[in-house]
């Protein structure tokens, strides 16, 4: 799945519930987030929902560390926060970890219109998973 198969299928939508219906698929398609990484480093704060969020470098032998990229996993006790958190994995999957640092993922979520449609705490906690990649980006950047 892809950011552009995202946009068509949301094209396809007509309403909101269906949308929401949609993200919360997305979530339930990740895989199971395994009980060791439920630990208080990969807890992601400021979201109303308990989220956690475990990266790891990935990088080609012999290629230059600026190619990594970063695996991602994650999961949420709230289902729209789950389909939110597959929606990020997709929307950085692939990028390079400079790229994920640039990639404006909130106004991706814009542009999907999903920020208006979401609660002022969901938009935080949106805004705290997207600082968590990012900042774990940056840190193996440096690194």
């Given amino acids: 799945m892809t950011l552009d198969d995202i946009r068509a299928d949301f ?8 949308r929401y219906r949609y993200v919360i698929e997305l979530g339930r398609a990740l895989p199971p987030f395994p009980d060791a ?3 208080d480093a990969n807890k992601v704060r400021g979201c109303a929902s308990q989220v956690w969020l ?3 470098r990935v990088g080609s032998p012999g290629a230059p560390a600026a190619g990594d990229k970063l695996e991602m996993q994650g999961m949420s006790d709230a289902h729209i926060v789950q389909g939110l958190i597959a929606l990020l994995f997709i929307i950085y999957r692939g990028k390079t970890l400079d790229e994920i640092v640039k990639t404006d993922a909130e106004g991706i979520f814009a542009s999907l219109g999903l920020r208006e449609h979401l609660t002022p ?3 935080n906690g949106l805004a705290s998973m997207v600082k968590r990649i990012r900042s774990d980006a940056t840190e193996m950047l440096a690194a």
């Fill in 37 to 39: 990484l439920r630990t």
């Fill in 54 to 56: 475990a990266t790891e």
């Fill in 121 to 123: 705490q969901r938009s």
């Fill in 11 to 18: 094209a396809l939508l007509d309403d909101w519930e269906d």
